[in-house]
Structure formats: C-alpha cells, structure tokens
C-alpha cells in the first residue's frame, strides 16, 4: 500500500531536522508538504486509499480528517500546540516517538462528529469555548499565545461578561443552555499536560455526547471547576450520551469551532456521529 506523510511546515513544533528524522523513522514513505490553509484536504484526497502519516497540530489533522478516501489508514504525529487527537488515542507526545510506534501499529476503527457538513475528531462547542479560541488561541499576527496570554484573555472576556452566562441556545429536545459542548472521545481537550475530562463516557467507538450549562454565573464557578475536577457540584446541566444527531438553535449567531478551528458564527449547529468511519493507526 502507498505510504504518504502530508507535513504541515508551519506547524510549531515542525522543523526540516523533525522532518526528516520522522521521514527516516518511517521510511519508505512520500513526503508531501502543506502550503496554505485548506491544503491538507486536497492532499488526502490526492493519497486516496494508502497509508498516510500526518505531521501536523489538530488543525491539520482535522483537513485530513475531512479529505481523506474511505479506504485510507491514517497515523496522526503530534508536532502542533496542543495535539489533543494523538494523545486521546494514546501516542507518545513527541512525533518522532509517535512515528517509530506506529511503524509496528495496529489499526483501529473509530467514529468521528460532523458539524453543519464539517467533520471533527474529538471536540466541538458553541458559544464560550469557541469564543474563548477566538480571543486567546492566537495573536493578530496569527502566532499561538502563551499561557499567561490565554489567561489575560480569558480574565477579559470574563471581566467584559461580568461572569455571567444566561441562556442563549436551545438544545432541540432538550432545554436551553447559556453555551454546548459536543465531544466525540474523552478527554474534551488538555491544559498543559493535564487532561479535560468534560464529557465523562465519550469514546471513539461511540456517538456523540454533550454537556450544556443551563446558566452560569460567578456562584456557579466553584460547583464548574468542582465538575471539571471530577467532583460533584450544584450546577444545572443538561447532558446527551451516545447520540446520532444534535440540533442547536441559537437566539442570536455564536460562534462555533471544531477540534480547535474557528468556524465563524451560526444561528443553527446540526451534530451528527458518523460511526465506523475511520482506520487510524494506534501504538
């Protein structure tokens, strides 16, 4: 079978040393460079049904995820900010790890999310999350803030908000909800090297699962960071496990993002689960 490593170069964690000592480790492999935003779809498209390698961050993952052929075995090497999809499906956090592991991989079949049409590996949101990557995932100039910006980001948006998130969607069958988390594995994302575990019981192998705040105000934080802690809290939620479709109705256009993409702003996000949809190569 055809092996192609589609390298985004603009990656953070990409380098031409990287590059080639993870073209040696999987060897005998075709290198195929990113050159614009949107590429890496065109590219999976183009390997049809090989082997193929991506060197990228969860952006990148997510265009090959949305061009790839049905018959394509796919191996994710983490080299971006966060890599949230290698490291949910258990690889090492350093891509030449990553790529010597999966020369002797198994494959494994997992379902992915759809978003209006859009595929998504892990994670998904409408409202606060996506507005929180709009402001503090990156600089005017399109460089990955540091900690300390994603916090001064994030205290603003808080600050401007005056803590408060009242009901601004409708889960469709459900209730209404101040914001919606979608998740196709668990964990949602990581910090750092700690995990997010938002939506407990997600799996690749599965639907899709979501957890909606109902309102959220400055005495609900400490029950919200109690939940996101793993412990019990006195917070309204609505929540969905194992689900085929999600329809989200907003008052007003939110924004959404997709496995870390910003995707603009909707008054409509319709979530479908497409099970069995993929082979991806784990260690």
Known sequence: MRRVLIANPGASRVTEARLAAVERALAPVEVWRTGRPGHAVELAREAG??????????????????????????????????????????????????????????????????VNGRRFAFACGVGLDAELLRRAGRTPRGRRRSDLGVVKETLGLLVERRGRFDPALEVRGHGEAAFVLVANADPYTFVGPKAVHLTRGAAFELGLDFVAPRRLRLRDYPAALRYVAGGGGRLELLRGHDLDRIEIACREPMPLQADGEDLGDVSEAVFEAERDAVSVLVG
């Open 49 to 114: 049904p090989a082997t193929v390698f991506v060197l990228g961050g969860d952006g990148t993952f997510n265009e090959v995820l949305n061009g790839c052929d049905p018959g394509a075995t796919l191996g994710f090497l983490p080299a971006g900010g966060t890599n949230v999809l290698p490291r949910a499906l258990g690889l090492p956090r350093d891509a030449l790890d990553a790529a010597r592991a999966l020369q002797t991989a198994g494959s494994r079949r997992i379902s992915l999310g759809r």
